[in-house]
């Protein structure tokens, strides 16, 4: 069993920044993928970013350059620096983890983009 635990999210001005944390604990490997997600209203979910257990990093086309996903395994913990803040990347965002036979969720954080 792995939880994943979320924070960081809130209410920020267009161009903004925000730091989102995810804490897993449970069977974890550091080797596995782990990612953050996002879902706004009335939208599928969809890819942000992931990051393998060795750092390897994908970007959503729409966030390159603006964020930036990174892992500290010690911790068991993953981070979405999130700079340049759009209203368009106002939603929920979830955090990842890939095990061999499923992926698990955490309940998510709310971001909303507003001025």
């Known amino acids: 069993q792995v939880q994943l635990v979320e924070s960081g999210g809130g209410l920020v001005q267009p161009g903004g920044s925000l730091r989102l944390s995810c804490a897993a604990s449970?069977?974890?490997?550091?080797?596995?993928?782990m990612g953050w997600y996002r879902q706004a209203p009335g939208k599928q979910r969809e890819l942000v970013a992931r990051?393998?257990?060795?750092?390897?990093?994908i970007y959503a086309g729409s966030v390159k350059g603006r964020f930036t996903i990174s892992r500290d395994n010690a911790k068991n913990t993953v981070y979405l620096q999130m700079n340049g803040l759009k209203p368009e990347d106002t939603a929920v965002y979830y955090c990842?983890?890939?095990?061999?036979?499923?992926?698990?969720w955490g309940k998510g954080t709310l971001v909303t983009v507003s001025s």
């Open positions: 990842n983890y890939e095990n061999y036979d499923m992926d698990y």
């Open positions: 449970g069977t974890i490997s550091s080797f596995n993928n």
């Open positions: 990051i393998s257990g060795g750092g390897r990093t």
